[in-house]
């Protein structure tokens, strides 16, 4: 079974499943896991890979709308070498700072590959679940898409200084509890622009039409090959970690005034299912667990 196939297994098992992490009383939870042989290209540093894999987390937190309160991480290599443990904690600190929150510690393990789990905890009082898009509201996202594709072509190139850069995404926390009194439903795109339509038109049991042009990361722009390939990275990829969410047209204007990042209208929710991109059917394919399918 592929990621969506076992969770589809496990969803009657885990009912309160389903959103960017759980929610308990006010409480919000997320853990992630990520590995070298499928997260971290040859080239991404131990900051990176501190910084990317927390931030993981705390994407799912600011998904919510939820304001952080610590996270913690789990780092298992072959050998603990001190520079590069260093550099992981590092890395988790100053992504947790940049996010508003405190990275707490952790876990050491021995294992033959590096691998990293992340966990996050956040408090808010309304989450925004993936469930509540309406008929007309307007689909947005923040900031670029394409990023993340962007970078792993730069580390295939051997420009690694720079993929690191790109690598070390800011988890949208302030945009996320910004959106949160205006968002009727959400999700951060981790698993590819496409696939967070279809998983929040599926939720909401509505359809989405989005239309171009949509905000692809001028990166994208410079290393793809073509336009096949520049759509494959912004719309398909995924691992960008921004927010996808709906809202009601009439508070476009003053979310978009208060968002602190770029927060660009894609399209419209409409009552019929399917997902569409410029009037033609959008694949429901995006990155899985380590993959890009």
Not at 66 to 93: C, K, M, N, T, W
Not at 111 to 119: D, K, L
């Amino acid at each position: 079974m592929d990621e969506r196939t076992a969770l589809s297994v496990l969803a009657d098992r885990l009912g309160p499943a389903g959103d960017d992490a759980a929610v308990i009383e006010d409480l919000v939870f997320t853990i992630d896991m990520l590995h070298a042989s499928t997260d971290f290209p040859n080239g991404t540093t131990r900051y990176t890979a501190g910084w990317r894999a927390v931030g993981a987390s705390l994407s799912d937190v600011a998904a919510m709308g939820a304001h952080p309160i610590a996270a913690v991480a789990v780092y298992a290599a072959p050998s603990f070498e001190s520079e590069q443990l260093i550099a992981f904690v590092d890395g988790a600190r100053e992504v947790c700072a940049a996010a508003g929150t405190e990275y707490v510690g952790g876990d050491l393990d021995g294992n033959p590959e590096f691998s990293a789990a992340t966990a996050a905890i956040g408090r808010t009082e309304s989450p925004i679940r993936r469930s509540g898009a309406d008929p007309g509201d307007v689909i947005c996202v923040t900031g670029t898409l394409g990023r993340s594709a962007a970078a792993l072509a730069l580390f295939a190139d051997g420009k690694t200084e720079r993929a690191n850069d790109l690598f070390r995404f800011e988890p949208r926390i302030a945009a996320g509890r910004v959106l949160s009194p205006y968002a009727s439903a959400m999700m951060d795109s981790s698993d590819g622009f496409a696939r967070s339509l279809h998983q929040l038109a599926e939720a909401s049991g509505v359809g989405f039409a989005a239309e171009s042009p949509l905000p692809i990361d001028e990166t994208v722009e410079e290393v793809a090959a073509n336009r096949d390939e520049r759509r494959e990275m912004g719309v398909f990829f995924g691992e960008d970690f921004e927010l996808v969410c709906t809202l009601d047209p009439d508070d476009l204007a003053a979310a978009r005034a208060a968002s602190p990042v770029r927060l660009t209208p894609v399209g419209r929710v409409r009552a019929e299912g399917g997902v569409t991109l410029d009037g033609d059917p959008l694949p429901d394919r995006g990155y899985t667990h380590g993959r890009s399918d």
